[in-house]
């Protein structure tokens, strides 16, 4: 038997070939007992082709034979994805990237061009974007509440993936257009769209905790639809438009003291403290007195303060930005 991590459990896969190693290698767990086990039978690897001849039927695809370790591999991932339920997780089709510490996960219709949309955003965002899955990663929710997205090495056919867990910030619907352009959408808008995309389970409990999932991912994470070309732009109109749009308070007012920038709030906002601020934070703050975004204030201080180290930067602006929030000092 094979011990694996995924999603943050371990996993006991009744499978020991030297090309399935291969293919988990970096997912290994050597030590401790597995959550659950899974094991295939010659009836689920049928039961793989059948359901691959019937996409390439749909998409006009050709039909063929597919390898056996090839179907065994889906059927292994079929059965880790019916018991994933139980832990507050569940397996989601889409391509997920992570921007700065933050996933964004696009779904769509096969072919529509999921993977071509963060294909743009590596290419646009360089060093500060990481691919997590490109076809199927895995959603879990924590005991933080907040929801992450995770790596597996069921990646695709480019195989893009990175054995890491991210925090997710939004959920994206793309979809085909003459021009770019993105909207928010409402749970009750997303919702059937998502669960379309949603790994099924056959089991009617695993399935009924799969759509509490969901119904708790809508209310979670921002839901947007996005309309795109295959031009670059693309990847910058859709995450700006995934940017939380954030102002100061207008109970909350600055002056100077000396060198420094001092704001307090009115009695009205429940704060009563002081917050003193350097001459960067004092500009960040100043931005934050229309309504922004936290990429917007990045790109302005890089404007100002041209010689300042992109991700001290970005650093800074979110420190500020976090301190303000913990006093309640943003709508948001």
């Known amino acids: 038997m094979i011990k694996i991590t995924l999603a943050g459990l371990c996993i006991g896969i009744e499978e020991n070939s030297p090309r399935f190693a291969e293919f988990i290698a970096g997912y290994e767990t050597p030590d401790g007992d597995p959550d659950f086990t899974v094991s295939t039978t010659e009836e689920d690897i049928a039961f793989e082709q059948t359901q691959n001849e019937r996409r390439a039927l749909r998409d006009d695809d050709v039909m063929r034979q597919w390898r056996h370790a090839y179907l065994e591999k889906l059927a292994i991932y079929r059965k880790i994805a019916e018991r994933l339920p139980d832990y507050g997780a569940c397996l989601f089709h889409g391509s997920a990237v992570a921007v700065d510490g933050e996933a964004y996960l696009f779904t769509a219709r096969s072919g529509t061009g999921k993977s071509t949309h963060t294909r743009l955003w590596r290419e646009h965002f360089g060093d500060r974007c990481v691919m997590i899955n ?52 409402a749970p009750e808008e997303a919702y059937s769209e998502l669960m379309m995309q949603t790994f099924r389970p056959s089991d009617g409990n695993a399935l009924m905790k799969t759509m509490e999932f969901l119904d708790t991912l809508t209310r979670r994470a921002g839901l947007y639809r996005l309309g ?92 500020v930005v976090d301190t303000l929030r913990g006093i309640n000092a943003l709508d948001e």
């Open 134 to 185: 490109d076809d199927k990663p895995l959603l879990r929710l924590q005991e933080d509440g907040r929801i992450y997205v995770y790596g597996t090495p069921w990646d695709g056919k480019h195989h893009l993936s990175s054995n890491i867990r991210v925090p997710l910030k939004a959920v994206c619907i793309l979809t085909r257009d003459e021009y770019n352009h993105i909207e928010p959408l």
């Open 228 to 319: 795109c070309t295959m031009d670059p732009e693309a990847a910058v109109i859709s995450y700006e438009g995934m940017q939380k749009h954030m102002k100061l308070k207008d109970g909350f007012k600055t002056h100077m003291a000396g060198d420094k920038q001092v704001m307090a709030g009115v009695a009205s906002t429940g704060f009563s403290g002081l917050v003193r601020s350097n001459s960067t934070a004092a500009f960040i703050i100043d931005q934050l007195k229309t309504e922004t975004t936290e990429e917007q204030i990045v790109q302005a201080v890089l404007a100002r303060y041209e010689d300042a180290p992109e991700a001290q930067v970005r650093a800074d602006v979110k420190k």
